[in-house]
């Protein structure tokens, strides 16, 4: 009988080599995005065979590890059977367009498929977020050119700074309020669960200092099989009093990594402000997610 449990970071390798046979871009099919979130969006993982099987509250993600439509008839059928003996619907949530139409030719009318906006990845190209150059982007390498006359630098997060990193975020949460809004204090506290397993999880950051002083940190992760093809862009926070800086952050982190095809920066979740932010910066195209209910 299939059995989902907690995602420890002992998980992390095995999760990694299902996902590794994938060509997911999608910021769910990171492991260590899912230990950030597990306990707020109640995700549980299972392995069968060689698939990754991940339950949330709303659902369950499209298995990974499948490299055929047998493989994907296999784990969708082991799934369905855990769904009748739990009495809980089969809802395949956060799914790619080509995953969406897998099922769809595997299980036709079976199957009813819906899309929500909110919850599209914004994806770019790695050398438009690197160089800033074009036309549509005047306005941000303004902004980046504003904080440049500044006294700042910028540098790796280490164990030698990680705990400034920490005390940063801490910081902006108080002065954003975090500590008196729940649902803001449940992604603080996914924040902080990554930042304390940091260097396990197999993170990437960067931090930017004003004055010696941290006012911005950023990481994230490697997506996916194709070589060097999608980084996703997890956390990036700022002090915004300062002009320019989240411009800086983005591009100073961006320069720092090895050439990505595509820098993923996640979904807006339906915050306009976000949403606004997020097409400011151009992406290459938005990664469509679909749920496919059984």
């Not at 299902?18 to 979130?37: H, I, L, N, P, Q």
């Not at 994806?123 to 303004?142: I, Q």
């Not at 200092?209 to 060097?228: K, M, P, Q």
Request: glycine share 6%.
């Amino acid at each position: 009988m299939l059995k989902f449990s907690s995602v420890k970071l002992s998980d992390r390798d095995w999760v990694r080599e299902c996902v590794s046979k994938t060509d997911f871009r999608g910021c769910e099919y990171s492991f260590a995005t899912s230990y950030m979130w597990s306990q707020i969006f109640d995700i549980q993982i299972a392995r069968h065979k060689g698939f990754y099987l991940s339950k949330y509250r709303q659902g369950f993600l499209f298995p990974a590890g499948c490299t055929c439509d047998d493989d994907i008839a296999e784990a969708v059928s082991v799934l369905r059977e855990y769904c009748r003996e739990n009495a809980l619907p089969l809802k395949f949530i956060n799914a790619d367009k080509a995953s969406a139409e897998a099922l769809e030719r595997l299980y036709g009318s079976q199957i009813e498929t819906t899309t929500n906006r909110d919850y599209y990845d914004y994806v770019y190209d790695f050398e438009s977020l690197a160089t800033l150059r074009g036309r549509k982007l005047h306005s941000k390498r303004n902004h980046y050119h504003r904080f440049c006359e500044h006294n700042w630098s910028f540098e790796a997060i280490t164990p030698d700074n990680i705990e400034e990193v920490t005390a940063m975020h801490n910081k902006w949460c108080e002065l954003k309020g975090v500590y008196d809004d729940p649902d803001k204090l449940r992604e603080a506290g996914a924040v902080i669960r990554g930042l304390d397993s940091f260097f396990e999880l197999g993170f990437v950051g960067g931090v930017i200092r004003v004055d010696g002083e941290i006012c911005a940190y950023t990481f994230g992760s490697a997506i996916g099989n194709r070589e060097n093809d999608t980084f996703a862009v997890h956390v990036e926070k700022a002090f915004a009093d300062v002009q320019g800086i989240y411009a800086a952050i983005n591009k100073e982190f961006v320069n720092t990594l090895p050439t990505y095809k595509y820098i993923n920066r996640e979904e807006d979740m339906g915050a306009e402000n976000l949403r606004k932010a997020k097409l400011s910066y151009r992406p290459a195209f938005l990664l469509d997610k679909y749920r496919i209910t059984f």
